[in-house]
């Protein structure tokens, strides 16, 4: 295995273990006859989220897939999130794209940043400078240890009223915000996010509609839905209980471009279809973890 591989084992555990979801999508497109195996499934990406202050944000989290030979490709602004992302080109096809976030911590009010910065004053230097990059299992311990106290309830709860995305990373850190289902290589009748969602929703998974459960980018050639997070039980400091959004799944579309349209079904790579994100679908994929989504029942 090699180091990249063993990082992304290490996240995709954890994440199966935290959000039933990805069992229960996984065992049913098994049970649907769509793919044979778990690992049948392409993975067109996976997110994280960072606060953006001294030490850590993009700055710090991307050197690991950089060292890994991942290339920096375009940014995005969310204004009204106070978002700013970017995302990650793999080395080769076998790997997923990498979608990393930032909160512009210093655009939040005075007692949110206050906040914030009680936790992550406690980061003195870079940790991921410190890091043996060639030691897939100390990156994969990095990725899932606590970098900061654990956070109080009413911290959360406080951040939470004025930004959601705050309060998430505050809890949940680098644990992995979502992995992305591609579907137009499926079985026709799921090779599409509309005929994929109608399956989705017929074995009763509930699906992020903010904006509407189809996110299209303007050329057509991105379609993205995502599921609700569920709520997870989490312990606060002092031992206080409390449910917080975990993460989520997603699915994507990309469609063969324009250019290519003439080239027959068997030729078609990825180099042959829409690549990269696009921000007006992004900034309703956030609010998957977000109250407005996960409070609807
Ligand atoms: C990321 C939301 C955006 C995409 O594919 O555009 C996204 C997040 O919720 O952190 O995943
Ligand atoms: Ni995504």
Not at 74 to 82: A, G, L, S, V
Not at 138 to 146: I, N, Q
Not at 191 to 215: C, M, S, V, W, Y
Request: proline share 4%; hydrophobic share 40%.
């Amino acid at each position: 295995m090699t180091t990249l591989e063993t990082v992304l084992d290490g996240l995709m555990s954890r994440y199966k273990d935290r959000v039933p979801d990805v069992g229960a999508i996984i065992s049913a497109m098994i049970a649907e006859g769509i793919i044979g195996k778990a690992s049948d499934i392409e993975n067109d990406h996976i997110a994280f989220r960072t606060l953006g202050v001294e030490h850590l944000g993009i700055q710090s989290l991307e050197k690991i897939f950089l060292h890994y030979g991942y290339t920096k490709r375009d940014y995005y602004n969310f204004p009204e999130k106070k978002l700013d992302a970017y995302w990650y080109a793999p080395p080769s096809e076998q790997y997923p794209r990498i979608f990393i976030s930032e909160l512009r911590v210093k655009d939040l009010s005075a007692s949110a940043q206050e906040i914030i910065r009680s936790y992550t004053s406690e980061v003195k230097r870079d940790p991921v400078e410190g890091l043996d990059l060639d030691n897939g299992a100390a990156v994969d311990t990095f990725l899932h240890s606590a970098l900061w106290r654990t956070p109080a309830l009413k911290d959360y709860q406080a951040l939470a009223a004025e930004s959601e995305y705050a309060a998430w990373v505050i809890y949940n850190r680098y644990y992995l915000n979502h992995f992305t289902v591609s579907v137009h290589n499926l079985k026709p009748g799921y090779n599409t996010i509309a005929d994929f969602n109608a399956f989705l929703e017929r074995k009763g998974f509930r699906l992020n509609d903010a904006g509407g459960k189809i996110k299209t980018s303007p050329d057509n050639g991105l379609l993205q839905s995502s599921t609700v997070a569920r709520m997870i039980p989490a312990t606060f400091a002092g031992d206080e209980m409390s449910e917080i959004a975990g993460s989520y799944v997603e699915f994507a579309e990309r469609r063969v471009l324009p250019q290519f349209a003439h080239l027959p079904a068997q030729e078609i790579k990825r180099a042959h279809r829409r690549e990269g994100f696009e921000a007006n679908n992004a900034d309703k994929i956030f609010e998957s973890t977000y109250s407005a989504q996960t409070g609807k029942q």
